[in-house]
């Protein structure tokens, strides 16, 4: 059974595919109004969302299928005391597909071994989040044209943010990539990631905790929120939380055609006056995880011969 935890777990030919249909989907959104109809997704979210849950929510519906789940630990068996396991093994009796965030970090791997159908991670802790990756993905090749020979700049809880740690690992794969790493001292991507992806892999890289100096260089700025549900303590989230805050001030040193990125929810890494700039991609972003969201719904579903 084929499931998704890690953006790699789909090849770049198949990203490429989930990329087309995305853009198929967005022409011809009728032709797939029926492609999923009368099935089941499961949405078990053991931490809170709006946009990923609802995206898959929305992505279900208009496949013309069905959503059942819950949207926090306490309303569910896990309150009780419930494995993962044991939770994946029940809504597996009920439901063709199953979409789970949770706080600890593979937990989405756990629940895809004990599962009888796809599991995809919504997000893991402070891990890996593979379809805001996806949603990410779509969003570079719609208004950048393609995913080589990019310079980009990831900004903010780079050590937290799980939506960095995948999309660096996405981005690693395209030829003539440039990273700018740009964080708090405490907040820096972890060694692994540098150590297993961009060194690994060749990949120039520049870690720096100075976001004007970067902003010349770079096609995507990819904003991120301070992560305070995973600090252990509340007095060093409020010293850091700050540390970025991107003004149409500082934006008068990026390219003209520089695209702004931010997983969203924001707290206050982008003031509002931002929004209406042009280069400012983020709710297209949201729009266009429902699409990709659709578009790895119906691949894994036709994968396991569902529909
Ligand atoms: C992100 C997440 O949950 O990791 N949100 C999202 O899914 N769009 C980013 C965040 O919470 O900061």
């Known amino acids: 059974m084929r499931s998704i935890i890690d953006i790699l777990d789909l090849s770049t030919d198949e990203i490429a595919e989930l990329v087309q249909t995305a853009q198929d ?3 011809k959104p009728a032709d797939y109004a029926e492609v999923c109809h009368g099935k089941k997704l499961a949405t078990l979210f053991f931490e809170p969302s709006t946009r990923t849950r609802l995206s898959f929510e929305a992505a279900m519906y208009e496949l013309g299928g069905h959503v059942i789940g819950f949207s926090e630990a306490q309303s569910s068996s896990a309150a009780k005391g419930e494995s993962v396991a044991d939770t994946v093994k029940t809504v597996s009796c009920y439901a063709d597909i199953i979409a789970m965030r949770h706080p ?3 937990a989405p791997l756990v629940a895809s071994r004990a599962a009888s159908v796809p599991v995809i991670n919504a997000g893991d802790g402070g891990h890996n989040h593979p379809t805001q990756t996806m949603a990410d993905l779509l969003t570079i090749y719609r208004e950048k044209g393609g995913f080589e020979n990019l310079t980009i700049g990831v900004c903010g809880d780079l050590k937290f943010g799980r ?6 690992n996405a981005m690693s794969r395209y030829k003539g990539l440039k990273m ?3 964080s708090p001292e405490e907040l820096k991507v972890p060694s692994y990631v540098k150590k297993d992806v961009l060194k690994k892999k060749g990949i120039p890289y520049v870690q720096t905790t100075d976001l004007e100096g970067a902003m010349p260089e770079l096609d995507v700025l990819y904003m991120t929120r301070v992560q305070r ?3 252990f303590n509340e007095e060093d989230y409020l ?3 700050d540390s970025y805050i991107l003004t149409p001030d500082k934006m008068k040193n990026a390219k003209k055609d520089m695209i702004v990125m931010h997983p969203l929810p924001r707290v206050n890494e982008i003031s ?3 929004d209406d700039d042009p280069r400012a991609c983020y709710f297209k972003q949201v729009l266009n995880g429902k699409y990709m969201r659709m578009a790895l719904i119906m691949k894994l579903l036709k994968e396991a011969g569902t529909i």
Request: glycine content about 4%; hydrophobic content about 55%; overall charge positive.
């Open 239 to 241: 010293r850091l939380k």
């Open 272 to 274: 509002v006056a931002i």
């Open 229 to 231: 549900e995973r600090f």
């Open 25 to 27: 989907i967005i022409a």
């Open 180 to 182: 700018y790493l740009i």
């Open 163 to 168: 939506t960095v740690h995948s999309l660096i």
């Open 104 to 106: 600890k970090e593979g």
